[in-house]
């Protein structure tokens, strides 16, 4: 069967360099789903459309979605990015409003790690105290049986 045409409209937005949704999806490494979320909840600006009906991305969208996917790879929130984004949009900005957002970040990342590896230990413990045998006795259901103040 021969391969069609693009409808006209579709085929004008990517000739004036615009996206459609998996070429977003694909250019920026955020989910075609993930970009319909984060259009849902105002993260990127509403897309454009095309007669048919297709979502349109710029490549300033793009830009926008991979700078998302980064912020979420460095564990920020989405509150986070929504501020983010509002600093990187102002080119009047001071970067100490940045330099704040990212140490503020960096000591809650901190505070989680260092919950981590006091439950990675307790359980390391609970696991040398068990034997792990044909026996009961787990020392590991004991600690999580018992009640805690």
Same mark, same amino acid.
């Given at each position: @069967? =021969?391969?069609?045409? +693009? =409808? *006209? &409209?579709?085929?004008? #937005? !990517?000739?004036?360099?615009?996206?459609?949704?998996?070429?977003?999806? %694909?250019?920026?490494? /955020?989910?075609? !789903? @993930?970009?319909?979320?984060? &259009?849902?909840?105002?993260?990127? =600006? =509403?897309?454009?459309?095309?007669?048919?009906?297709?979502?349109?991305?710029?490549?300033?969208?793009?830009?926008? +979605?991979?700078?998302?996917?980064?912020?979420?790879?460095?564990?920020?929130?989405?509150?986070?990015?929504?501020?983010? +984004?509002? +600093?990187?949009?102002?080119?009047?900005? &001071?970067? /100490?409003? /940045?330099?704040?957002?990212?140490?503020?970040?960096?000591?809650?990342? #901190?505070? !989680?790690?260092?919950?981590?590896?006091? @439950?990675?230990? %307790?359980?390391?413990? $609970?696991?040398?105290?068990?034997?792990?045998?044909?026996?009961?006795?787990? *020392?590991? $259901?004991?600690? $999580?049986?018992? *009640? !805690? %103040?």
């Amino acid at each position: @069967m =021969p391969r069609t045409a +693009l =409808p *006209p &409209e579709l085929a004008q #937005a !990517k000739a004036d360099g615009l996206h459609n949704i998996g070429e977003a999806a %694909t250019l920026s490494g /955020v989910s075609a !789903k @993930m970009i319909r979320h984060y &259009e849902s909840i105002d993260l990127i =600006p =509403p897309a454009g459309r095309s007669i048919a009906g297709y979502r349109l991305y710029s490549d300033n969208d793009v830009h926008r +979605l991979r700078f998302i996917k980064r912020s979420r790879s460095l564990g920020f929130a989405i509150k986070q990015i929504e501020t983010l +984004l509002g +600093l990187w949009d102002n080119r009047s900005r &001071e970067s /100490v409003e /940045v330099k704040r957002l990212a140490l503020a970040h960096a000591e809650e990342l #901190a505070g !989680k790690i260092r919950e981590m590896q006091t @439950m990675q230990r %307790t359980l390391e413990e $609970l696991a040398h105290r068990c034997h792990g045998d044909h026996r009961p006795d787990c *020392p590991i $259901l004991e600690d $999580l049986a018992a *009640p !805690k %103040t």
